[in-house]
């Protein structure tokens, strides 16, 4: 794995306490916009002031009050500057005093409070991803505007909307009611999954310099799971990261290309991950609250544990899907569940799911679509089929290396087509 | 999803727009120094540049010694580009609601000239082929 510069101590350290202090700030003062900028400040002070003169015995108590000082300072000259515009305003004595009396019971409470207002519903999901990252990832803009390839400046904008769009929809600084937490809990799992995802989807190759979001999503979804450690379906997405990302050093060759699953070596897989996700998914299952991510986590952990390609699972991987699509209306599913029915009842079966697929609008233009057709057809031995589909899938692709790994299928299968041609 | 949103126009048209009044240039102008800020300040923004006149384009090849080998004389029906955006957004559909405020950019006198504004996605690194 290639050491990330940004893997200092330090920084770990200031990435775990973010959420802390900022949960602490807000709580105090009621302003998540400009709570939010002090303990920036707060960071960038210490990220400069700790290396030369050392740790403080209390790192976080030190933060909060830095972040306590910034915001009583700017409330002060806010009410100076009103009543220099004539309002009679007595602000700055109502300010908080800068001393930091911090509740520790409030303090879990808080991370969590943050993490279910930056994933809210009411903000698009690039916002809510951008916000996660900085407030409770505790990641700097630069870095996040690094992770999706956009200008700086471009980010700092995104968060500042985000940071409006929390404040104009008026979303308390509390965690959600009971009957909304089930719903707001699934927005905070799938933004997790998001970033997740978009990390394990283009750190590759020559993009290894970036933040690795990958690494940062397992680090979130896992100090959520310490903060709610009853609730399976996070132990399941967990699971899934986990499963998921021990492959990804196997996923491509040298030069880059795509490696799939069947042809991976899997000597190359992170054993202590699988095992990690394996406990956990074996854990979280039995708890009888079974839903997608838990379902998806041992579909995963079905995959990991076979030795080779061909000694995995598929009856049980089939099954596994039965679950998930009776789960959800997911096309993508239809699609997973597809590949699993032909692995078991040979791909004349697959084929005719794939193709009762086309009349859904969802996917009726996907290039999964046309690239499980292309496998199947494959697997059925109609090459030319296969060939058309893989050129077809290629074309839809928004992915450069998937789009060459498509293009290498057809190649090779057209080779073939002609060497048996000379043959005959 | 990161898209480009491309403009595109012929010699002819080129040549059509350097006779506009000063009027309409300033709009126009005007017009797409307001429309990039709208885009970084919408925290879509990750790039754009306007491009030189087709007049200076050259198209090069390699010569079978390697050395570039220049061509310049171009068909009128040709199109050029003449600038781009690139984009950061949620779906294809936002690209074609901005990709339709760029065509939009006053022409003369003033009403919409309703440019061609071609709409590529820009490959992203690895998807999940679920294979």
């Not at chain 1, 700017?74 to 100076?80: H, K, L, V, Y």
């Not at chain 1, 943050?114 to 009411?122: D, E, I, K, W």
């Not at chain 1, 104009?168 to 937490?181: K, N, V, W, Y």
């Not at chain 2, 005007?30 to 006149?53: C, N, P």
Request: negative net charge.
């Amino acid at each position: 794995m290639a050491e990330r510069p940004s893997d200092t101590p330090l920084e770990h350290l200031l990435r775990e306490l973010t959420p802390q202090v900022l949960g602490a700030v807000v709580r105090r003062f009621r302003d998540f916009a400009a709570a939010e900028d002090a303990v920036q400040e707060a960071l960038l002070a210490a990220a400069t002031q700790w290396p030369d003169e050392g740790l403080p015995d209390n790192p976080r108590a030190w933060l909060t009050q830095v972040a306590f000082r910034r915001m009583t300072d700017q409330i002060r000259s806010e009410s100076a500057r009103r009543r220099r515009e004539g309002e009679i305003a007595l602000e700055a004595s109502r300010a908080p005093e800068t001393t930091t009396t911090i509740d520790a019971a409030a303090e879990e409470d808080d991370t969590l409070v943050l993490l279910f207002m930056c994933c809210h519903p009411a903000l698009t999901l690039s916002s809510a991803i951008a916000l996660t990252l900085r407030a409770v990832g505790g990641l700097t803009t630069a870095e996040i505007a690094k992770a999706f390839l956009v200008p700086e400046s471009t980010m700092a904008q995104r968060i500042s909307r985000a940071k409006q769009s929390v404040k104009d929809s008026g979303i308390p600084f509390e965690l959600p009611t009971t009957e909304e937490r089930a719903q707001r809990l699934r927005a905070v799992l799938h933004v997790l999954y998001l970033i997740f995802n978009e990390g394990y989807t283009s750190s590759a190759g020559p993009q290894l310099q970036r933040v690795e979001l990958s690494r940062e999503a397992i680090r979130l979804t896992r100090s959520v799971r310490n903060l709610l450690s009853n609730d399976a379906e996070i132990a399941g997405l967990l699971a899934l990261m986990l499963l998921t990302d021990a492959r990804r050093v196997a996923r491509t060759n040298s030069e880059g290309e795509l490696i799939p699953l069947m042809h991976q070596d899997r000597a190359l897989w992170d054993r202590a991950q699988i095992a990690e996700g394996v406990a956990l998914i074996s854990a979280a299952l039995p708890k009888g609250s079974v839903g997608p991510y838990q379902l998806q986590a041992a579909i995963a952990a079905v995959h990991d544990e076979a030795g080779r390609a061909e000694d995995t699972d598929w009856p049980q991987i089939l099954a596994l899907y039965d679950l998930l699509k009776r789960m959800s209306d997911n096309p993508i599913v239809v699609l997973n569940h597809a590949i699993a029915v032909a692995m078991v009842h040979g791909p004349t079966k697959g084929l005719a799911l794939v193709d009762a697929l086309k009349a859904d609008a969802r996917v009726a233009n996907h290039h999964r679509l046309d690239a499980v057709r292309a496998h199947l057809l494959e697997m059925a031995g109609d090459r030319d089929g296969a060939v058309k589909h893989y050129r077809a899938a290629a074309g839809k692709t928004g992915s450069l290396p998937e789009r060459n790994y498509l293009l290498m299928q057809a190649a090779r299968l057209s080779t073939e087509l002609r060497l048996v041609d000379e043959q005959e | 999803m990161k898209y480009i949103l491309m403009m595109n126009a012929t010699k002819a048209e080129f040549d059509v727009y350097a006779k506009w009044s000063k009027e309409d240039l300033q709009r126009n102008v005007g017009f797409m120094r307001a429309f990039s800020k709208e885009l970084k300040d919408s925290g879509v923004f990750v790039a754009t540049e306007g491009l030189g006149w087709p007049n200076e384009a050259r198209i090069v090849r390699a010569g079978k010694d390697g050395e570039p080998i220049t061509d310049g004389v171009f068909a009128e029906s040709k199109e050029f580009l003449a600038g781009y955006w690139v984009i950061d957004v949620e779906g294809p559909e936002q690209a074609y609601k901005i990709a339709a405020r760029a065509s939009a950019a006053p022409g003369p006198g003033g009403t919409p000239a309703r440019m061609p504004i071609e709409v590529r996605q820009v490959l992203s690194g690895f998807a999940d082929l679920g294979l």
